[in-house]
């Protein structure tokens, strides 16, 4: 009987590395969200300038990418862009098996498909950015690249009806995006408690602006994708550069793009300081 407690904790002292696994995935977390907050952070520049009337290149993460590999050091900032991205795949591959922190019901079923797409979506952007390093610069951007796509749906048998759900799906998770901006729900994620007044204050100010703006543009893309599958026309679908010039022609003009590009740099911001305080 003596030997019970050694057994136990023997067997207690197993999965002693599990702490050092779960520090690997808090880093890769940190790591994907710096990746996301320097590229929103460039193309909200990008979208300023055209806004503004400035010659500028394209407002996405094509533009982005152009930019930083035109700067001293570009190949090895675009290799730690790379390197950022896979981080946050395997971080959020990492959510959708064990659940996310800091989330009511993030354990949940569709919580954890969620975070698989999520985690398939930045297997993309990572798999397009090492393009990218690797020289294959002259790929298309989001503009021609959804143009492609909603040509080669419509083409499929009940192509309208798949592209129009892909619309509302965009316009559904722009809205709920936006909407959960304005009631703080990003809060619960983060750790406040280790923020100074004025830092949280900045941080919540940029989380609701930049979800805000990213929100609309999501949902303004959605809309275009909507009105491609009822025009059976692919040409009226748009990626981000097209969708985000397409406010200058609201009746707010340039001002409301100025706005909604000072919206996504500061969703940059946001994605930073999530690198630092985020329930990862």
């Not at 019901?105 to 297997?123: D, E, I, M, P």
């Amino acid at each position: 009987m003596a030997s019970l407690p050694f057994a136990r904790a023997s067997h207690e002292g197993r999965p002693s590395a599990a702490p050092g696994g779960r520090d690997a995935l808090r880093a890769a977390g940190k790591a994907g969200f710096a990746a996301r907050g320097v590229v929103y952070v460039l193309v909200g520049l990008l979208a300023a300038g055209i806004a503004l009337g400035r010659e500028a290149d394209e407002a996405d993460r094509q533009g982005a990418l152009r930019e930083i590999a035109a700067r001293p050091f570009g190949t090895v900032l675009l290799w730690l862009l790379v390197a950022g991205f896979a981080c946050m795949t395997l971080w959020r591959a990492s959510t959708a098996v064990r659940g996310e922190a800091g989330e009511a019901g993030g354990k949940k079923t569709g919580k954890r498909l969620l975070n698989a797409g999520r985690a398939v979506f930045y297997a993309t952007v990572c798999w397009g950015t090492a393009a990218f390093a690797l020289g294959s610069g002259g790929q298309s951007g989001s503009d021609s690249s959804s143009k492609d796509w909603t040509a080669t749906a419509l083409g499929l048998p009940g192509g309208r009806f798949l592209v129009a759900a892909a619309g509302a799906v965009l316009v559904g998770v722009g809205a709920g995006i936006a909407v959960r901006a304005v009631q703080r729900k990003f809060l619960r994620k983060l750790r406040t408690g280790g923020m100074g007044r004025r830092t949280r204050r900045a941080v919540t100010a940029s989380g609701i602006a930049g979800n805000t703006a990213r929100g609309t543009v999501f949902a303004a893309a959605g809309v275009f994708v909507l009105v491609a599958a009822v025009r059976f026309d692919p040409d009226r679908a748009k990626g981000v550069d097209d969708t985000l010039r397409s406010f200058t022609g609201t009746p707010a003009g340039p001002w409301l793009l100025l706005a909604v590009a000072l919206g996504l740099l500061l969703f940059g911001v946001f994605s930073l300081a999530c690198a630092r305080w985020r329930r990862t």
